[in-house]
């Protein structure tokens, strides 16, 4: 009986499972050199995900329409940094509240940023991660942020690039225009001359050239497009990207111009226009350059002026300009 009681006992020993020892198991918690060993296995981006981020400028990079269009690691910048500043509080309250962040928000616009700038350039010397967003898409490009990386990097404090969602490479991957080279040019100037300059400039480039439109401004662009590039040069309107009426309309300019004639889209327009397959070297005529230049002057342009945004609007070479300029006006 004894014995039978015996090999009863060493069954259940070999077949029930068996629960580790409470000190077994504190030697596996984290601060454990057990523990310390498998961390070390892991990348310095993980391990820095469980501490404080490094004091720099964090340009990070949020979503232009589909919340779900965001990084893991910009989500972990921005519940880490010390501070985040935002082109709108209110429009990135939800975005953080999507999320469940609650860094402290302060609003930083072109209209604030440079009263802002001295404050935020003592937080960073003293030691702070402070992180950037705009409403949508990437910090600097055609949002604040800019100016404040300038001078970050001429002070020598580390500027953090937290790439994500763009809508100009967004509407150009998806285009079907050429990608291999392209010109982000962004909102052109509201001057009436330097947008017509910088359209022409434009229109003479072999790259593919990117501008962004506001909607209320699609139909004077189209004109004015249509004007320097031709009726037949192809283009896209890339329209509420990632969001749920997401449009890309293709066409030329001048259908473009018929089509948009009587509508008036809402949201923010990222227009792509087919870059110039004619050769560089046909520059214009000189009857064309003295028009040119007899415009400029009689605008109030310099001589030095006007050659030179004669030569940048067209193929023709500066000193060719000039000397033409110089034989038309002399020294004025």
């Not at 005529?285 to 230049?293: A, I, N, T």
Request: some cysteine; charged content about 25%; aromatic content about 6%.
């Amino acid at each position: 009986m004894a014995s039978l009681l015996r090999l009863q006992a060493l069954s259940l020993t070999l077949t029930s499972p068996r629960r580790l020892p409470s000190r077994i198991l504190r030697s596996a918690s984290p601060a454990s050199p057990l523990a310390r060993r498998f961390s070390a296995a892991a990348s310095p981006e993980q391990r820095a995900s469980e501490t404080d981020l490094e004091s720099g400028l964090y340009l990070v990079a949020t979503p232009i329409g589909n919340l779900e269009d965001i990084t893991l690691r910009a989500l972990r910048v921005l519940k880490c940094a010390h501070v985040i500043l935002s082109e709108d509080t209110r429009h990135s309250g939800k975005l953080l509240q999507h999320y469940n962040i609650k860094t402290p928000l302060l609003s930083f616009h072109k209209f604030n940023e440079r009263e802002r700038e001295p404050s935020i350039l003592k937080r960073l010397h003293e030691g702070e991660a402070v992180a950037v967003i705009s409403d949508a898409g990437t910090p600097g490009i055609s949002d604040p942020g800019m100016e404040l990386a300038r001078v970050c990097a001429s002070e020598k404090i580390p500027v953090i690039p937290i790439p994500g969602p763009s809508a100009a490479i967004a509407a150009l991957s998806a285009s079907g225009l050429p990608t291999d080279e392209f010109t982000f040019v962004g909102f052109l100037p509201k001057h009436g001359r330097s947008r017509k300059v910088r359209l022409e400039v434009s229109a003479r480039e072999a790259a593919t050239q990117i501008f962004y439109v506001p909607p209320h401004g699609i139909h004077q662009f189209l004109s004015d497009a249509a004007s320097s590039f031709g009726d037949s040069r192809p283009c896209v309107i890339a329209r509420e990207i990632t969001k749920l009426h997401e449009e890309f309309w293709r066409g030329t300019l001048g259908e473009a111009n018929e089509a948009f004639a009587t509508r008036q889209p809402k949201g923010e327009i990222t227009l792509l226009i087919e870059g110039n397959s004619i050769s560089a070297d046909e520059t214009p005529s000189d009857d064309f350059l003295e028009h040119e230049l007899k415009e400029m002057m009689a605008e109030g342009h310099a001589l030095s002026s006007a050659v030179k945004l004669v030569a940048e609007a067209t193929s023709a070479k500066k000193k060719d300009v000039y000397a033409l300029a110089l034989r038309l006006f002399g020294n004025e």
